[in-house]
Nanobody, 115 residues
Framework: QVQLVESGGGLVQPGGSLRLSCSASESASSIYLMGWYRQAPGKQRALVATITTGGSTNYRDSVKGRFTISRDNAKNTVYLQMNSLKPEDTAVYYC?????????WGQGTQVTVSS
């Protein structure tokens, strides 16, 4: 079983930055794909970004050029650097890691972009 713990959320003004972290209980190098999803009020959970052990990344169109996903396998941690934040980025952000046929989720961290 993989446990994922997110941190780094909070309240930020439009145009500001935040960095989310997700620490995994399992050796990150054994988890091929890790990613971030988000869920805004009244909306479905949606993919934000993913990264493989080899460093290949994928982003939803609305965050390209503003968000950067990275991972440190030695620390079993994946990061999401969020710059130029907009009010529409407001959501609960979840870390996700499929492993041995099971999808694991973190508890979520709230990101609020508001002036």
């Amino acid at each position: 079983q993989v446990q994922l713990v997110e941190s780094g959320g909070g309240l930020v003004q439009p145009g500001g930055s935040l960095r989310l972290s997700c620490s995994a209980s399992e050796s990150a190098s054994s988890i091929y794909l890790m990613g971030w999803y988000r869920q805004a009020p009244g909306k479905q959970r949606a993919l934000v970004a993913t990264i493989t052990t080899g460093g290949s990344t994928n982003y939803r169109d609305s965050v390209k050029g503003r968000f950067t996903i990275s991972r440190d396998n030695a620390k079993n941690t994946v990061y999401l650097q969020m710059n130029s934040l907009k009010p529409e980025d407001t959501a609960v952000y979840y870390c996700y890691a499929p492993h041995l046929g099971i999808g694991y989720w973190g508890q979520g961290t709230q990101v609020t972009v508001s002036s």
